[in-house]
């Protein structure tokens, strides 16, 4: 079965602290995509990264950055330094190879002054 | 210019009503999709076609009849509206890879709300 589960239902954190938002997933595939989106509160889902299943290099942009290891069916996502502007929902995906893409409860984050 | 451009954004109705929301891109994208969100903020997909043909058709009520004119728009019509039917509808369109590599270009979403 294909599955995406986001352990963590909402998390908050004072700005400037870091955190990292949890993604296990479930695929018998070995060719897959797994992905982050953010939703923030005006309701758009926006897109920030692709991962395919061959390239376990960890991603750095700017304050994001993305640790996958298939040994531990993980695609974990840490914010270093938080913003109140990151205050949002962050969904993480996984593609398998019939483009059924299927989406974690989503993990709400809160960033407080 | 808006990407993907749904409408309506809001859409209040009684139930029993049929209702239509409309979707387009406009990113030369070959395959558009419907999601439906929840409540609880969980996203299902219910549809896709690639280049006017249906490809995904998930385990949807068949009162959700998808239409694609053409491969910049993807409408969806819904009969007999029920009270379960609320909640935000996204349309989304990516470039179609067959490897499970598509990017979606999500739009602003239509929040139904079925009285």
């Known amino acids: 079965a294909q599955k995406v589960t986001q352990a963590q239902t909402e998390i908050s954190v004072v700005e400037k602290e870091d955190v990292t938002l949890d993604c296990v997933y479930e695929t018998r595939d070995t060719t897959y995509y797994l992905f982050w989106y953010k939703q923030p509160p005006s309701g758009e889902l926006v897109f920030l990264i692709r991962?395919?299943?061959?390239?376990?290099q960890n991603e750095i942009s700017g304050r994001y950055s993305w640790n996958f290891q298939k040994s531990t069916s993980s695609f974990n996502f840490t914010i270093t330094a938080s913003q109140v502007v990151d205050s949002a929902v962050y969904f993480c995906a996984l593609s398998p190879r019939d483009d059924k893409i299927i989406f974690g409860k989503g993990t709400r984050l809160h960033i407080l002054p | 210019d808006t990407a993907v451009s749904q409408t309506p954004k809001y859409l209040v109705t009684q139930m029993g009503n049929d209702k239509s929301i409309k979707c387009e891109q406009n990113l030369g994208h070959d395959t558009m999709y419907w999601y439906k969100q929840d409540s609880k903020k969980f996203l299902k997909i219910m549809f896709s076609?690639?280049?006017?043909?249906?490809?995904i058709n998930e385990t949807v009520p068949n009162r959700f009849s998808p239409k694609s004119p053409d491969k910049a728009h993807l409408n969806l019509h819904i009969n007999s509206l029920e009270l379960g039917d609320s909640a935000v509808y996204f349309c989304?369109?990516?470039?179609?890879?067959?490897?499970?590599?598509?990017?979606?270009?999500f739009g602003a979403g239509s929040r139904l709300t079925v009285l």
């Open positions: 989304a369109s990516s470039h179609f890879t067959g490897s499970g590599a598509n990017v979606l270009t």
């Open positions: 076609y690639n280049n006017k043909e249906l490809i």
């Open positions: 991962r395919n299943s061959f390239d376990e």
